[in-house]
């Protein structure tokens, strides 16, 4: 298969991604972390419960839920028709999620906190229309398992994000070893795991009253760097298929 010149541009950032999320923990990676920790140990308690059972709905939601779902129709057409999609549904939610930042950042802590369900709904969102216009079927619920994996990755630590992005790699042969049923898969065990790997000092900057962070700002960048992590993953799967049998290889198999 002939690559076109947006397809090589786009595997050679394809391929700067992969190897940041394989890379260990650097100095600043390990102090980061322990800044962060130090952070989380300051939250209030309400804060770190309003996260716990915000992580918990929210994952119950997209595995087993119907409130998660979208008509965008998939961008099938080239890799750079679906990306232009893509970065166009990405600029619109960023400039929601900056108004409602905004609005719950002036809002003070307590409108923050209650607003932070409708934040993380915001992010949900984007991921499963940009699952849809890769020609993802974001009603099968492995599907939505990936959709998770790009949310874990994109607000875990770098040890967390390695542990997550292999999990990621090679998702369609990964994924046919998943259950054809969500009720025949352990998904609350999966649900107790996910809320331990997210890193609630990175979760609490996602409530724009935390800190001295300004919530338009801080939304704006979160759902950059979201969309950003999501496009990559899909990329990643595009390249992974044209690998499959019957296809030429386009990506070297160690990255």
């Keep these: 298969m002939h690559l076109t010149t947006y397809e090589e541009n786009t595997r050679q950032e394809l391929l700067k991604w992969q190897q940041k999320m394989q890379k260990r923990p650097n100095f600043v990676d390990r102090t980061s972390k322990a800044v962060q920790d130090k952070v989380n140990s300051i939250i209030p308690d309400k804060v770190h419960q309003a996260i716990t059972t915000t992580i918990k709905q929210m994952t119950r939601a997209v595995l087993t839920g119907a409130e998660f779902t979208t008509s965008i129709t998939p961008a ?37 906190l209650a607003e932070f369900p409708i934040l993380i709904g915001i992010k949900l969102k984007l991921l499963f229309e940009i699952a849809a216009i890769y020609g993802r079927p974001v009603n099968d619920y492995r599907e939505r398992l990936f959709i998770l994996h790009i949310f874990q990755l994109t607000f875990s630590s770098q040890k967390q994000r390695q542990e997550v992005f292999l999990k990621m790699k090679d998702w369609q042969l990964k994924s046919q070893d998943l259950p054809e049923d969500i009720h025949q898969f352990d998904w609350k065990t999966f649900q107790q795991e996910y809320r331990d790997y997210i890193d609630l000092a990175k979760m609490a900057q996602l409530i724009p009253g935390i800190g001295a962070a300004v919530g338009l700002i801080v939304n704006y960048r979160l759902l950059d760097k979201l969309g950003k992590t999501a496009m990559n993953a899909y990329r990643m799967r595009w390249f992974e298929e044209q690998t499959l049998p019957g296809n030429k290889a386009l990506l070297p198999q160690s990255v």
Excluded: V
Aim: glycine share 16%.
């Design 76 to 112: 099938r057409h080239s890799l750079e028709d679906i990306e232009e999609a893509a970065r166009k549904r990405i600029l619109f939610y960023k400039r929601a999620g900056a108004a409602e930042g905004g609005i719950t950042g002036a809002g003070g802590f307590l409108l923050a």
